[in-house]
Structures are given as structure tokens and as C-alpha cells.
């Protein structure tokens, strides 16, 4: 038995043979044109499918794509055709209704079907404790046709929804294969740290991480934060290395960031460190120069060589190695330099490191790089569940499936 997963039950604790288990997956991707894409999750969340369909189960697949009102919102019949990719499943166009029910009654030993996209139901948001989703008209529905709940959408954990705490608070219930990887991985990651620890953020999106950085070197569970991408051009700004222009000293966003980004630096200025050197785009072609002679008009979109050596330096004397965010951009073949380098002394290094964020993901793919070439790595599938383990805070899909 993992220490780690000692809280809950698994797959291995249930005999699943000719018995239904509602599986939560999350299968919600990105949708191009109104095409839904194969991605990580769908290929992963289907290991664990085959593997209780394997085992006799007669699985019922609960999961959603997008929210309400978004271009991304469509019910999951062309997640179907994915998912048969990897294992043979029956897919309806409802949920909970007669038709659903029905189905489920119909299964036989082995079978696999997928339900729509529970967000359709306007219940499964609602603001609701897990005791009050168990009362829903959804969960008592559906609950009375299974024996056994399995949730291997670790990505959704941080929801309270109906067909995440619900159906746990009235049924044996477990956590599925990903979602072992994941607890796992992020344990050893802020519960169980080997040291030196260090932090490598980037990406665009600051406000992400800024909490991130707060709670960790509050908490003294890092040794050094590598900044890179528009994170380390704004704390390079706060360092006071270079100056904003005029037209972002106006911006209130930008501002505020900065801001909040000079009392971080505060906190501890030694652990935080930034870009020596960056890219910027000269005549159509990447140019490196010194990170104090960026000049205020200027774009950077990539760290240096010099960065990239120092910070991979770092990467291969730690133990443990926590990388959300994109050193720089690596949709663009001279931009992707930085991100290649990091991952490439990842790859390389003895420290087991835990990757975070659907753009680094994203990176990995472009750039080529195999994760299973990254032997001590987890790549995480999930983003606000992720960033609300680093943060230590509660997961509510994750409170409801520990033994009572």
C-alpha cells in the first residue's frame, strides 16, 4: 500500500467484477473550430476505463466539457469518438433521464458507457456543501443503479459539484489511477520535501503563481524561485533592473502587479531570482541582450543562453524541482529555446520534479519531449486543483473520498 494514498480506498480495494461504478473522468479538452481535441487526459483518463472494463466492471462515465455559455460548452459525443480510440464504449445523449437509467440497467459485464456532459444539468454547479449535493435530484437518481464511485479527475477536485462530492457521501467510493498518480506526485512535492527544493515559474499569467511564491516562502518549503518568462520580466522590473514605459505606468493592472510583486521580492530577495540575459525579436529574428538593457518598448520573449545554463545548473543540484509556466514563447520556433533547455535538464536530472500547468504540458508536446524520458517527472493534468494543493488548501473532491 502507497503511504501517501493510505487515506483512501483504490481500485485494488474493490472487487469490481459484474459490478457498476460510476466513474468520474475528466475528458474536458480544448475545442478548435468546433472540434474537440485529443489530449493528455482523454488518453490517460481511458487507462483507467479499459482497466476496470478489463476487470468486468460495467462502467457508467460521468465528465463534462466547458462551462455554460462558452464556445467550449457541447455535449460529448465527439468525446466518444476519441475515447473509442482506446476502448469500445456506448455513448448517450442524456444523463439522468429514463433513457440513461435505462442503459445503465441494460449493461453488461465489460461494458462501457458515456453519459453527457453533466454541466447540462443545471444542479451539478450549484453552490452546494457535498451533504446538500448528495440530495439532488441527480445523485439520487443515478446512485441506486451503481454499487461503486471511482473519481480519476483529480483536475476537478477543487469543485464542489454534484458528481464530484455527491455521490461519494452515499456510496463505497475511491480514487482511480490518475488521481493516485497525482496525490502522490504532489505530496512529495509539498508534504514530504526533499531538499534543496526549488521553484521554476513562468508563463503569462502572474497573478497564478503570485500566491504560489507568497505561501511558499512564508512557509520557508523552497530554497530558490527561478522566474522566467512574463514572470521574471516583471520582477526584473521590480528589482528595479529596468523601468517600465510610460504607457504601462498608466496601466492600473500592470501596476498593481508590480506592486504586489515588489512585496513578494521583500519577503526574501535572495530566493528569487531572475533572468541574466532574454530574447527579444530584432528584424524578424531572436536577439539576445543583458537583462538591463531592455528597453522600456521592447517585447521579451524568452530568456537568455546564460539564464538558461544557470538556472539548468540549479535544476541538476536540487531534489526537488516544481516547474509551472513556459520560459518564454515556445509556440514560436525561435523562442523556444529557454523552455527546451529546462525541460531538456529536467530530463537529465536526479531530482524528481513535478511539472504543472496546460501550457508547459503544451510545450512538451510541440518541443517533442517524450515524459517518459522525464523518469523522475510527473506532469500534472490539472491546473486550479493543482495550484490549490501547492497552497495547502482543501480540496473538497479529495475531503469526501477519505476513508470515514
Known amino acids: 500500500m502507497n503511504k ?8 485494488d480495494d474493490f472487487d469490481v467484477g459484474g459490478k457498476t461504478v460510476l466513474f468520474r473522468a475528466d475528458i474536458n479538452t480544448v475545442v478548435i473550430d468546433g472540434r474537440v481535441q485529443m489530449k ?39 468525446h466518444a469518438e476519441l ?44 453552490p452546494r456543501t457535498a451533504e446538500e449535493h ?30 464530484v ?31 534543496p527544493c526549488i521553484y521554476v515559474l513562468g508563463g503569462v499569467k502572474s497573478e497564478e503563481v503570485f500566491e504560489v511564491m507568497e505561501h511558499t516562502l512564508k512557509r520557508g518549503k523552497v530554497n530558490e524561485i527561478l522566474t522566467t518568462g512574463a514572470l521574471g520580466t516583471l520582477f526584473l522590473y521590480a528589482r528595479g533592473v529596468i523601468e517600465p514605459s510610460e504607457e504601462l505606468k498608466k496601466d492600473r493592472g500592470f501596476m498593481d502587479k508590480l506592486a504586489r510583486a515588489k512585496r513578494i521580492l521583500a519577503l526574501n530577495p535572495d530566493k528569487i531570482k531572475c533572468p541574466v540575459d532574454v530574447a ?18 521592447q517585447s521579451v520573449y524568452d530568456i537568455g543562453e546564460n539564464t538558461a545554463k544557470m538556472y539548468a545548473e540549479e535544476i541538476k543540484n536540487a531534489s526537488t524541482v516544481i516547474m509551472k509556466g513556459p520560459a518564454g514563447l515556445y509556440e514560436r520556433e ?34 517533442g519531449i517524450n515524459k517518459e524520458r522525464l523518469s523522475h517527472t510527473h506532469v500534472s493534468l490539472a491546473g486550479g486543483a493543482f495550484l490549490r494543493y501547492l497552497l495547502e488548501k482543501t480540496l473538497p473532491g479529495i475531503e469526501v473520498l477519505k476513508k470515514r
Open 4 to 11: 501517501d494514498l493510505e487515506d483512501f480506498f483504490t481500485i
Open 280 to 297: 527579444v525579436e530584432e528584424d524578424g529574428k531572436r536577439k539576445e541582450i543583458p537583462a538591463d538593457s531592455i528597453k522600456p518598448e
Open 334 to 367: 525561435p523562442f523556444r529555446k529557454g523552455t527546451e533547455e529546462l525541460l531538456h535538464a529536467l530530463s537529465s536530472s536526479e531530482a524528481f520534479s513535478l511539472i504543472g500547468g496546460g501550457h508547459t504540458a503544451a510545450a512538451m508536446s510541440t518541443l
Open 40 to 78: 493528455e487526459r482523454i488518453k490517460e483518463n481511458a487507462k483507467t476505463i479499459r482497466e476496470l472494463s478489463d476487470k468486468d466492471a460495467k462502467v457508467v462515465i460521468l465528465a463534462h466539457q466547458g462551462r455554460a455559455g462558452g464556445a467550449d460548452f457541447l455535449p460529448l459525443e465527439q
Open 83 to 126: 475515447l473509442r480510440q482506446f476502448v469500445d464504449l456506448r455513448y448517450i445523449d442524456d444523463i439522468m433521464g429514463p433513457a440513461a437509467r435505462d442503459a445503465i440497467r441494460k449493461l453488461n459485464d465489460g461494458e462501457v458507457l458515456l453519459l453527457d456532459n453533466v454541466r447540462f444539468l443545471a444542479e451539478e454547479t450549484l
Open 165 to 195: 462530492v455527491g455521490f461519494p457521501m452515499i456510496m463505497d467510493a475511491g480514487i482511480g489511477r490518475l488521481m493516485e498518480r497525482e496525490l502522490t506526485a504532489l505530496q512529495r512535492a509539498v508534504h514530504t520535501i526533499k531538499r
Open 134 to 163: 448528495a440530495r439532488s435530484i441527480f445523485v439520487q437518481r443515478l446512485a441506486p443503479l451503481a454499487d461503486i464511485y471511482i473519481n480519476d479527475a483529480f483536475s476537478v477536485a477543487h469543485r464542489s459539484h454534484a458528481s
